[in-house]
């Protein structure tokens, strides 16, 4: 069946540091992808998305490319900063008319330390 | 802000008796969902709904059922709460559009049952 598979947690960082959280999917179809992330205390916030191969979703510094060759959707940053500890998601979607539902991973949780 | 709002924020029960989440939602939204957030599950789906009073099972939806008379307020009721049910539920609503899902979360409701 469909599946999200996230590197497991918890990653610890000091700031500055290069990020990056591996997420790799099994799915029929053509998913869309989508990075959440959650602060604490909080919900999550939809971070960035991509709807085809080889596209490129960016946010707040945050990148994920989506590559079909090898199902993944990796999550980088460049610099992270200690207000970027939160817990990231991995996930997909299908489009199935009303089965609108989200495929998730586990979440990653990330600390970094100044 | 998606103008969703979560109600309780915290609530303490014991073992057997009933409890209501409410989830309401100032946008109109058709698409309304209920998850529990566990350590090492992620995020798991119990219950969603489509419409007034069109709504489906989740994953995880045993021992939970829903309602939604009103497009703003999608129900969800622990008919006699247990120990397992112990969890932080989330409310979400869906803004689809054409890259597939994208979901909007609520502040959660931090459930203990003893």
């Known amino acids: 069946g469909d599946s999200v598979t996230q590197m497991e947690g918890p990653v610890t960082l000091s700031e500055e540091a290069f990020l990056t959280i591996n997420c790799t999917y099994t799915?029929?179809?053509?998913?869309?992808l989508f990075w959440y992330v959650q602060y604490p205390g909080e919900g999550l916030q939809l971070l960035l998305k991509?709807?085809?191969a080889d596209d490129k979703g960016s946010n707040k510094g945050f990148e994920a490319t989506y590559r079909k060759e090898t199902t993944s959707f990796h999550l980088e940053k460049g610099s992270v900063q200690v207000s970027d500890s939160a817990v990231y998601f991995c996930?997909?979607?299908?489009?199935?008319?009303?089965?609108?539902?989200?495929?998730w991973g586990l979440g990653t949780s990330l600390a970094v330390n100044p | 802000d998606a103008g969703i709002t979560q109600s309780p924020r915290h609530k303490v029960t014991e073992t057997g008796t009933p409890v209501t989440l409410r989830c309401h939602q100032t946008?109109?939204?058709?698409?309304m969902y209920w998850y529990r957030q566990d350590p090492g599950h992620g995020l798991r789906l119990i219950h969603y709904?489509?419409?007034?009073?069109?709504?489906d099972k989740g994953e995880v939806s045993d021992g939970y059922s829903v309602s939604r008379s009103k497009t703003e307020d999608f129900l969800l009721t622990l008919e006699s709460a247990t120990s397992s049910q112990t969890s932080v539920y989330f409310c979400?609503?869906?803004?689809?559009?054409?890259?597939?899902?994208?979901?909007?979360f609520g502040s959660g409701t931090q459930l203990s049952v003893l």
């Open positions: 979400a609503i869906s803004e689809s559009d054409s890259s597939g899902e994208k979901l909007f």
């Open positions: 946008e109109n939204h058709r698409y």
């Open positions: 709904s489509y419409g007034v009073k069109d709504t």
């Open positions: 799915a029929t179809g053509y998913p869309s």
């Open positions: 991509a709807t085809k």
């Open positions: 996930a997909l979607t299908l489009n199935a008319g009303n089965n609108r539902k989200l495929i």
